[in-house]
């Protein structure tokens, strides 16, 4: 299917050890929608968080719509995310257990609605960051002198 991608949290890679994936519809005014048709999203410093038996997404920033006057909507509200019951149920499991947390990589059209996928996640320390920005300078180096031949 083809998607096309709105915005994507570029620093959940480097913060968290993502261990599953899931993909979730999500609650949107028109004018949000529209805004992020015209490409006005941004995932930096969002999270999910739950709330009884609902999901939330929190500080998903979506800039008001151009031609929104009025009925424009406030850019930081907690947005609903769309999860069949027993996905809810096995999260919060997971979640409240093992000390994992919910972190959104990125916000897509999918057959025209508005999709988010939520990742799984286990916090990174500083010494597993550091060891990643090793291996990274490595693999590039490597890349480089393979080019260069």
Do not use: W
Request: with cysteine; proline share 3%.
């Amino acid at each position: 299917m083809a998607q096309k991608i709105i915005c994507s949290n570029k620093k959940a890679r480097f913060n968290f050890s993502l261990l599953e994936k899931f993909e979730a519809g999500i609650v949107l005014a028109g004018t949000e929608v529209k805004a992020l048709r015209e490409g006005r999203g941004s995932m930096n410093d969002c999270y999910a968080r739950i709330h009884g038996s609902e999901i939330f997404l929190e500080h998903f920033h979506i800039s008001p719509y151009s031609h929104g006057n009025i009925h424009n909507h406030e850019p930081l509200r907690p947005r609903k995310l769309l999860f069949h019951k027993y996905e809810i149920k096995r999260l919060i499991g997971k979640v409240t257990t093992k000390g994992l947390t919910l972190v959104p990589t990125k916000a897509y059209f999918s057959k025209g609605k508005v999709k988010v996928e939520i990742a799984l996640a286990q916090g990174k320390k500083l010494h597993d960051k550091r060891e990643d920005l090793k291996r990274k300078a490595v693999n590039r180096d490597i890349a480089r002198d393979f080019r260069d031949r």
